[in-house]
């Protein structure tokens, strides 16, 4: 990671100060639970819907693609706003952080509905799988990026092993990242130590529950295995931004597209 992102999770120095503090207490365990228990209530229901992709036109797709996803950023926001130390932040540093980390935040929680065996997404059957291709088709043409995607979502689902607990400790760590954007427009923190003190409180709790289930040596693995995936979705991400901010140019799709996924793709 470049020096923009030197406080993200997976810093050399700060996996070697929390490898220092090993144990969970029940108050972390505590923690632990109310954040699985925060991301059931909100995410458990989410993929039971049956969608009827519009695919009349290019226009039409991107434009039903950014509301369906919108439902999930909007969750995802939800889930965010139940953790403390996030929702005592000031305001300003809520909304950089969330309008600048969400999108690959928003790529990691998908792979909790991702199935590695057959490659598709779990909540699906009752959709049609000609029409779900012609839509994605439709979307992303012939820019790779559905095949890159699915590649992400594969290697990340079976680093982690689709650990839910693990998952939402990686998301409430990435949200406190300062940089994960990648964009240089993103705005300067007005309070980057508090900010600092949530991600590293998380960041040892991650590390302690990893150590609980597999032990320090396997830990030290992962961690460098999550760094390295972290980089590849930093890096698609960016690549996803860059293309729909060309994609949806014209009024008539900006006029029509979801809110909430043009600030997530840094367009307004």
Known sequence: MDTENENIILNESITRQNSLSVGLSIEDWSDIENIRSIYLSIFENLNECNRSFDIS??????????????????????????????????????????KYNLLPLFLIQKCLDYNTITGKFNG????????RRQFFSLCYGNSGIRE????????????????????????IILLFSKGLSMNEDEPILNDVLTVNQAQSYYTRLTWNYLIYKYGEKKTFVLFTQLMWQIK?????????????????????ILERFAPIMQAVLNIT
């Open 148 to 171: 890159t995607y699915r590649d992400l979502m594969r290697s990340f689902s079976i680093i982690t092993e689709q650990d839910s607990t693990l998952i939402n400790l990686i998301l």
């Open 232 to 252: 590849r979705i930093q890096s698609f991400t960016k690549h996803f931004r860059d293309f729909f901010r060309i994609e949806i140019q014209s009024p008539d």
């Open 57 to 98: 036109d290019r226009k039409s797709a991107l434009v039903y693609w950014s509301k369906f996803s919108s439902e999930r950023a909007l969750k995802l926001i939800n889930f965010f706003q139940q953790i403390d130390e996030f929702e005592n932040l000031n305001g300003d540093d809520k909304f950089t952080l969330i």
């Open 124 to 131: 699906r059957n009752n959709e049609d799988p000609t029409k």
